[in-house]
């Protein structure tokens, strides 16, 4: 396949709990290609957390090899690992994590106004151009408090578009929500993976790893699993399927 | 381009807080009011007593009989008979730090013109006085030393003097007044001066020829003062040394005797009344500063609780690529906002209370710029010193423990 976002190669993370040591991660190896949809599914306890927050350069490995888009993370200080979140991740939460009181688009600007190189008119452009790819152009100035759950992580989701990252990762991103509303998101999360958008998706939901493309499943933090899966739902047709609902 | 986006944040934070940030502000507010209102008081009394003792003459040097009043249980000035006229002419020969002197002396007494009569006092002068007092005329002319060789009955008197005696507005000079029944020819008016700080009305006054006043009305051979004017304010204190000196030596003290006289400078009086004022003002800008204080660690306080209820939304934040120094001056800026602008709204507040006070209350008042300036760089550092922990905190927070956090 094509180019290679993630490349972890015997990857260890281990904390120290008093005078003991947590093996979080015992010697991880595993790469995501461009385009793919990957869920990283395992209970809790298995390391996906921990496997989440060194995805995502909030944490760091003990040793081993984390390179995102050909950039080895290993050695890179607080303010470095800022800037790799900053333009190469998009971040999608389990309960959202909007701001209060501001409107989406201020939302979904966010991650731009820490990116110097932006002005503030590309910046609207942008936000409004990623609203409108979640199916809220015309929702542009709604607080949170006025948006439903679904669109929150609508809104949640067009601020991880926003900065044009290599890869969303998504934590629990349907967790909070009912079956029909987080097939709608699955939904939507399939129609970026089209457009050739990475996606990782970190959850511990079995269904929802029917709808990604390939699934890397932990426990005891080692991989247990790592498959293609060739039988990919549609979560707009299982959308479908659910009884109608009044409106 | 950063600062400015941050400036934009945090602004965003203080508006969707309104209530709380106003409640944060009112200390600073209520502690920059009041030390602009107890500055502009203190000034505004500072600057009058000033101008008032200026406008007698601020290089003018009193000599007084008596030792210095200033011990406790003395008997009046005017009663010690310890000044005379030599003093006042070997002081005239000798001090070359002076460049007018008059001898005075003075008395109570009504002033009668026909049937109008009003209370005054006559001092009796040399043509010097004039210059020294910083007086001119209105109208007529001073006497001439001959007319005070001669103990001339004539008189200039002021405007207080003129309104009383002469009600229907006739023009004094050339007519003849009785001071306790002593006739004298109007041959002048003095300029009006006013009320001083004191209260005094500067323009109740009637002078005439020193020897006049001695010989006919009070009958006395010696002095009540004697008024100089040193060649110029910076003169002045060494003037009042040379004075000392000559009446030291003429009055034939002992090292071991005390000055049996005073002699002043104006420099000093005003010194001693505006010292009096500084203390106070002093006081009142230390109490301020208190509440200034106070308001500062109101804005700590709100700014920690900020930082614990955001941390959430900090550890978003820095999940969407805020660095730690992004957050700290995200705070640092929203502390320095609520302090400056509560430093603002507390000098408009300022302002307004003084011109209350000098409008209601009548008190002089003086807004100096000095106290404006000191009172934003007190609110732009407090907002620093106040805001820095908090920001430092929460800048130094663990991204992953922020976003955990609930």
Redesign the interface.
Known sequence: MSKEIIKIQDLKREFTMGTETVHALKGISFSIQEGEFVTIMGSSGSGKSTMLNILGCLDQPTSGLYEIDGVSVKDLNRNQLATIRNEKIGFIFQSYNLLARTSAIENVELPLLYNSKITSEERRERAIKALEMVGLGERLHHTPSQLSGGQQQRVAIARSLVNNPVMILADEATGNLDTRTSYEIMSLFQELNRKGITITFVTHEPDIATFSSRTVVLKDGEIMQDYKNHNIQSAAEELAKLPKQDH | ??VL?LL??AT?AIV?NKTRTLLTMLGIIIGVASVIAMLAIGEGSKESIRSTISAMGSNMITVRPGADDSGPARGSGGDVQTLVLEDYEKIKKDADLLNAITPVVNSGGQVINGSNNWPSSIYGVNPDYLSIKVVGLQSGSMFTDAEVKSASKVALIGQTVVDNVFPNGEEPVGQMIRFNNIPFKVIGVLEEKGENTFGQDQDDIVIAPFTTVQKRILAIDYLNQIMASAVSEDDAPAAVEQVTEILRAQHKLLDSEDDDFTVRSMEELISTFSSTSEMLTILLVAVASISLLIGGIGIMNIMYVSVKERT??I????????????ILMQFLIEAILISITGGVIGVLLGLGATVFIEEFLNWPTSVALYSIIISFAVCAITGIFFGWYPARKASALD??TA?RYE
Request: aromatic share 0%.
């Open positions: 381009m950063r986006n934009k944040i965003k969707l959430k939304e550890g978003l934040r820095m999940a969407v690529g805020a660095k730690g120094a992004d991204p992953i976003l």
